[in-house]
């Protein structure tokens, strides 16, 4: 049995994709079409409760949710394909470091610029300081990590697929040349390399 990654067109599950195809693993891809809020109904629910992408089923059946968590599940079954440093190379706690912030800052405020009604009546205004706020983490990450193209150097890590994905969120596709470009060749990077080039071009085009 292969593993089965419920998931859409954009969303969090381009990461997983991306790390499954690094990987070399196998996946049935399910789709929940966020569109529909498919990811709502309760056959969904009875799989996910939080009715969230993506949901990654184990060959054993096992259920993982949360994006973040389901990346370093596949990082530790599958330690073959280097996708983190090891566990006392300093260099993992430097992508982990940048791949938790990312999680915990700028994932949220995706979650306030898609769904600004879930936080309040001023919608224009909760979405504007969503991506604000989501903006000054990426220039941060831009000026402290220094990618060159990917946060190792040349070596790609897990921390560097999460980048580049939630980098082309957010309107930020157009806003990242200009202001973080070093993110942006980041990115560029994920998407050209050979074994990504394939599932990244059913999320997203590459970026120039």
Same mark, same amino acid.
């Not at 049935?28 to 969230?52: C, F, K, W």
């Not at 993506?54 to 993982?64: C, E, K, Q, R, S």
């Not at 949360?66 to 389901?70: F, G, K, P, Q």
């Given at each position: 049995?292969?593993?089965i ?9 381009? *990461?997983?994709? =991306? ?8 996946? $049935? =891809? ?11 109904? $309760? ?10 992408l ?11 949710t ?5 990346l370093? *599940? =596949? ?48 919608? $224009? ?18 000026? $402290? ?40 060749? =980041? ?22």
């Open positions: 049995m292969s593993y990654l419920y998931g859409d067109r954009r969303s969090g599950s381009a *990461t997983v994709e =991306l790390a499954l195809a690094e990987i070399g693993a196998t996946a $049935e =891809l399910r789709p929940v079409s966020i569109d529909t809020n498919a990811q709502l109904a $309760e056959d969904y629910h009875r799989i996910n409760p939080m009715g969230r993506p949901t990654l089923i184990l060959p054993d059946g096992t259920v993982v949360e994006s973040t968590a389901i370093l *599940t =596949l990082e530790a079954r599958h330690p073959e394909a280097g996708l983190l440093p090891p566990a006392a190379d300093p260099g993992r706690a430097l992508v982990l470091r940048w791949m938790m912030l990312a999680a915990s800052e700028i994932y949220p405020c995706v979650t306030r610029s898609d769904y600004p009604e879930r936080f309040g009546a001023e919608l $224009e205004s909760i979405r504007r300081r969503a991506r604000e706020m989501a903006r000054e983490y990426w220039q941060l990450i831009e000026r $402290e990590a220094v990618p060159a193209p990917f946060l190792l150097g040349n070596r790609l890590t897990l921390a560097d697929i999460y980048l580049a994905v939630l980098s082309r969120w957010m309107g930020n596709e157009d806003w990242m040349p200009e202001h973080c470009p070093r993110i942006q060749g =980041l990115a560029r990077a994920v998407a050209t390399r050979p074994r990504l080039a394939s599932a990244w071009s059913r999320h997203f085009p590459v970026p120039p």
